[in-house]
C-alpha cells in the first residue's frame, strides 16, 4: 500500500506536508470495486476531518489511473455506495482536490477524476467514456459533468461513440486542466498538490457549472444513433441523458441514473460485456501460454486474396514477409493487392504513409520455395486441394530450417493429413484466417494431433501480434465456424423451399441483428462460387445437401446474374439499393411445384428460431465433441469472424437465453416436418434435463 493510512484494502491515504495524497491500488486496472468505493469515500471524509491538508491530490498506483467500474460486479447485488453518490461526496470535499490521471482513464474512472476539482493527465495518456461499448451509459455523473467542462457536442462524441481520446484533445476541450511530462504519479500528485495550495492549478465544483442548451446537436445525435445502430438501446438513452445536463445537477443524475438502471437490466448489456470478457479469455488458455518459437520472418505460400491479406495483416505488425508465387503474373498480382490492402488502411486512418512505406519494403517477393529456408514460420494459403497442400507441405519438410513452425490456411481439410506429408508433424498446424485477412479479427488456431505445445503456443502469439483474436480448435470437417455455419446455412435454403421469401429471411435476420441477411451476402459475395462447388460436387459424384440440393441458387444463377456483379440475383440492383427480383419467385415457385411441397407462412420470430435453434444444435455438438474447447470460443469465433450480432453476446450466449429445455422442445418439434436434418444434441438434452447452462461450462 502506497500511503500509511489505509480505508480499505485498495485505498490508503498519507500527507506530504500540506497535500494530502490518496492512492487507489487495486490491480489490475483500478476498477472501483465496493473497497475502491468505500476506500475513496472513507479517506476523502477523513482528511476533511482531520483538516491537516489545503489540498488532496488523488492518484493511482500501478499501470493506469482508475479504468471504469468494476465489471465483474454488474448483474449481482448492488453494494453502497454506489459510484455516483462517491462522486457527488467527493465533489462535496471542503478541501480542494486534483485527480493524476495515467495510463487508460475510463468510464468510472473518469467520472471519479471529473467529481474531484481538477484534472491533471500525464502526457500520452488516454481518457474516455466507453460505457456505451458495454452495453450501459456513464452512469456516475459522466453525461452530466464532462458537458459542463466540455459543452454538450463534445460530450456526445466521446460518450456515444465509447472512443479513447488523447489527453491533449482533453485539454483543448477543456475536459483535462493540464497535461504533464510523464513520470511518477506520485511525485506528480504531491507537486500538483502544491500548485492547488499556490493557486497556480484553478479548482472548482463540475457540477456547479451551467451547460449552455445545444438541441440541434442532441437531435442531430439521436437520429445518428438510430440509423448507425437501431438495435442498441443505450446508445438513445446516452444521449437522452447527456440532454437532460442542462437541468440542475440533481436532476439530471436521476434522469441518468434511470437509463443506466434500465441499460443494466437489458440482455444487451449481458452480451456486450460477454464480449468483453470473451475476448480475453479464448486466450487465456493453458495452450496459449508458456514458451514461444521466434516470429521474425514469416513466409507466406499463394498471393491470392487469402495470401495478400495475410502477408497484409504481418506487414502492418512489423513482421517481414517473404512471399511465394508459381509464376510471375500471380506475385505481381499479389504485390498489387498487398499494396492496395496498405493504401486503404492508410485512407482509412489506420497507418500513417511512412508506417505504409515501411511495411512494404519489408515484403520480398519470390517464386522459388527455396526461399522460405531461413523463415520462423510459412503460412500456406493456395487453393483449396488436398493434393496441393499434400505437395507443397512434403516440399517445405525438405526446405525450411529445422524449428521452423508449417501452417496451413484451410478451411476445412484435415491438418492431420497434411501434418503426415512431413517429418516434422509436431511443427505443423493450422492458422485459419478470416477474408478480408488485414481486416478480420479472427484467427482459429486448430491443433494437430501431434502439434508441439511450443508451436500451438506460438499461433497464439502471433494472433496477439496480428491484433487479432486467436481461438483454439480441433481438427474436423471445417473446424468451429464453417463447420456450424454448414449446419446451419442449410436452415436458410429449407425456409425458402418450404414458403418463406429470401427477402423476408434477410429482413428477420437483419431485425434480429445480423449486419445483412444471408440472401443480400450470397449476392454480395457472388453466387457463382456456390454453383462451382456445387457442380464439381455434382462431377465428383459427392452428395448435395439432401433436401435441398442449390436448386434454386442454380436456377438463379443459369438464368438472371451471379448477385450484385452482374447486377441481377436474389435481388435487382438497378437502382443501386436492392429490390427483391420477381423472377426469384417464379423459380421457387418452380422448385416447390417440382418437389410437391405446399408453402407455408412463417412468422419472423418463426424464421430466426429456426435460424438459431439450428445454429445452437451445431454449436452445442462442436462443444460436445471438443472442437471448440468452450461455448465462449464459439461465441468468440462467430463475433469476430462472422459478424454475428455482439450484443447478443455470441450463439451460446443467446442460448442461454432461451434455456435448454425451450431448444429441446422446438427441435423435437422441427423434427416431426424433417427428423433427418432436426436431432437433438445429447449435450443440450442433458442440459434440458439438469438445468445447466453453457455458461456454467466457460471456466
Ligand atoms: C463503468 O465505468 C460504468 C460507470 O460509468 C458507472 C457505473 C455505475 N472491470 O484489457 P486487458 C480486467 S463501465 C473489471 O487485458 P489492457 C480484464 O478483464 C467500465 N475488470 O488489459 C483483464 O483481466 P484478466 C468502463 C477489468 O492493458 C485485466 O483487467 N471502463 C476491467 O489491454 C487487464 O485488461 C471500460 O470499459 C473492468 N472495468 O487494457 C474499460 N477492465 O487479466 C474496460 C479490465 O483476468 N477495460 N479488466 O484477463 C479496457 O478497456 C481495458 O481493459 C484497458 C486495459 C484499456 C483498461
Redesign the pocket.
Known amino acids: 500500500m502506497a500511503e500509511s493510512t489505509s480505508t480499505s484494502e485498495a485505498v490508503s491515504y498519507g500527507y506530504e506536508g500540506d497535500v494530502a495524497l490518496v492512492c487507489v491500488d487495486n490491480p ?2 483500478n ?1 472501483t470495486g465496493i473497497a475502491v468505493r468505500k476506500g475513496l469515500v472513507d479517506a476523502f471524509q477523513a482528511i476533511n476531518d482531520e483538516g491537516k491538508a489545503k489540498a488532496i491530490a488523488l492518484y493511482c498506483a500501478g ?2 489511473f482508475i ?6 460486479e454488474f448483474g449481482g447485488p448492488r453494494l453502497e455506495p ?3 453518490d462517491v462522486c457527488n461526496s467527493l465533489e462535496q470535499s471542503e478541501i480542494p482536490s486534483v485527480s493524476i490521471m495515467h495510463g ?1 482513464t ?4 473518469y ?1 471519479t477524476a471529473l467529481a474531484t476539482h481538477a484534472r491533471v493527465a500525464l502526457k500520452g495518456s488516454k481518457f474516455g467514456l ?2 456505451v ?2 452495453g ?1 451509459i ?3 455523473g ?1 453525461t452530466q459533468r464532462l458537458p459542463r467542462l466540455s459543452g454538450i457536442p463534445f460530450t456526445l462524441d466521446i460518450a456515444v461513440s465509447g472512443r479513447h481520446a488523447t489527453v491533449e484533445e482533453g485539454v483543448e476541450k477543456g475536459a483535462i486542466d493540464r497535461v504533464v511530462e510523464p513520470g511518477d504519479p506520485r511525485e506528480i500528485a504531491i507537486a500538483m498538490g502544491k500548485e492547488v495550495i499556490a493557486g497556480t492549478l484553478p479548482t472548482r465544483r463540475t457540477g456547479e457549472i451551467d451547460v449552455t442548451p445545444d438541441d440541434a446537436a442532441i437531435e442531430g445525435a439521436l437520429a445518428m444513433v438510430q440509423k448507425k445502430n437501431p438495435h442498441l438501446i443505450n446508445l438513445a438513452a446516452c444521449v437522452n441523458s447527456i440532454a437532460a445536463s442542462t437541468k440542475p445537477l440533481k436532476e439530471g443524475l436521476a434522469v441518468e441514473r434511470e437509463n ?1 438502471m434500465r441499460c443494466m437490466e437489458s440482455p444487451q448489456r449481458s452480451g456486450l460485456i460477454h464480449a ?2 470473451g475476448e ?1 479469455a479464448v486466450s ?1 488458455i493453458p495452450e496459449a501460454k508458456g514458451d514461444t518459437r521466434p516470429l521474425d520472418k514469416i513466409g507466406v505460400i499463394g498471393g491470392g486474396t487469402m495470401g495478400s491479406g495475410i502477408t497484409t495483416s504481418c506487414l502492418m505488425a512489423g513482421i517481414p514477409v517473404r512471399l511465394i508465387e508459381v509464376q510471375q503474373e500471380g506475385l505481381d498480382r499479389g504485390v498489387a493487392t498487398i499494396t492496395k490492402n496498405l493504401d486503404g488502411a492508410v485512407s482509412r486512418g489506420k497507418m500513417s504513409q511512412d508506417k505504409r512505406d515501411a511495411a512494404l519494403a519489408m515484403l520480398e517477393p519470390s517464386l522459388e520455395m527455396g526461399d522460405l529456408a531461413d523463415v520462423d514460420l510459412v503460412i500456406e494459403a493456395v487453393f483449396e486441394k488436398m493434393e496441393i497442400k499434400k505437395e507443397i507441405f512434403g516440399k517445405l519438410d525438405t526446405i525450411c530450417k529445422p524449428g521452423a513452425i508449417l501452417a496451413s490456411n484451410t478451411s476445412y481439410l484435415d491438418i492431420n493429413a497434411i501434418a503426415d506429408m512431413t517429418n516434422r508433424p509436431q511443427d505443423v498446424l493450422g492458422l485459419h484466417f478470416f477474408s478480408p485477412a488485414h481486416v478480420m479479427r479472427l484467427l482459429e488456431i486448430v491443433q494437430g494431433a501431434k502439434t508441439a505445445p511450443d508451436a500451438l503456443a506460438t499461433g497464439f502469439a502471433l494472433a496477439k501480434k496480428l491484433k487479432k483474436v486467436g481461438v483454439l480448435a480441433q481438427v474436423c470437417d471445417g473446424f468451429i465456424g464453417n463447420r456450424i455455419l454448414g449446419h446451419y446455412g442449410k436452415v436458410i435454403s429449407y425456409l425458402v423451399l418450404d414458403g418463406a421469401s429470401p427477402a423476408q429471411v434477410d429482413q428477420a435476420l437483419e431485425n434480429f441483428g445480423m449486419a445483412m441477411g444471408p440472401h443480400k451476402v450470397g449476392d454480395l459475395a457472388g453466387l457463382d462460387i456456390g454453383y462451382m462447388t456445387r457442380q464439381r460436387r455434382k462431377e465428383e459424384g459427392l452428395p448435395a445437401n439432401e433436401r435441398y440440393g442449390g436448386d434454386i441458387a442454380d436456377l438463379i444463377c443459369e438464368r438472371e446474374g451471379y448477385g450484385r456483379k452482374t447486377g441481377k440475383g436474389y435481388y435487382l440492383y438497378e437502382t443501386g439499393a436492392p429490390v427483391p427480383n420477381p423472377a426469384v419467385e417464379e423459380i421457387i415457385n418452380e422448385v416447390r411445384a417440382d418437389k410437391g411441397i405446399t408453402p407455408k407462412d412463417f412468422s419472423e420470430q418463426d424464421i430466426i428460431d429456426r435460424y438459431m435453434t439450428a445454429f445452437i444444435s451445431e454449436a452445442a455438438r462442436v462443444v460436445e465433441d471438443g472442437t471448440a474447447k468452450r461455448p465462449v470460443d464459439v461465441d468468440m469465433v462467430f463475433l469476430f469472424g462472422y459478424g454475428f450480432p455482439r450484443h447478443r453476446g455470441g450463439p451460446l450466449h443467446y442460448a442461454d437465453t432461451i434455456g435448454a429445455a425451450e431448444l429441446v422442445r422446438r427441435i423435437e418439434t422441427y423434427a416431426k416436418e424433417d427428423p433427418n436434418y432436426w436431432q437433438v444434441p445429447p449435450l443440450l438434452r442433458k442440459m434440458a434435463e439438469d438445468g445447466t447452462k453453457f455458461a456454467d461450462m466457460n471456466s
Do not use: C, Q, Y
Not at 67 to 72: H, M, Y
Not at 106 to 109: K, R, Y
Open positions: 489490475p486496472v476498477a499501470r493506469t479504468a471504469g467500474a468494476d465489471i465483474r454506489s459510484l455516483t487508460t475510463l468510464g468510472g474512472g467520472e466507453p460505457e461499448l458495454l450501459i456513464p452512469g456516475a459522466g443506466i468483453f470478457f480475453r487465456n
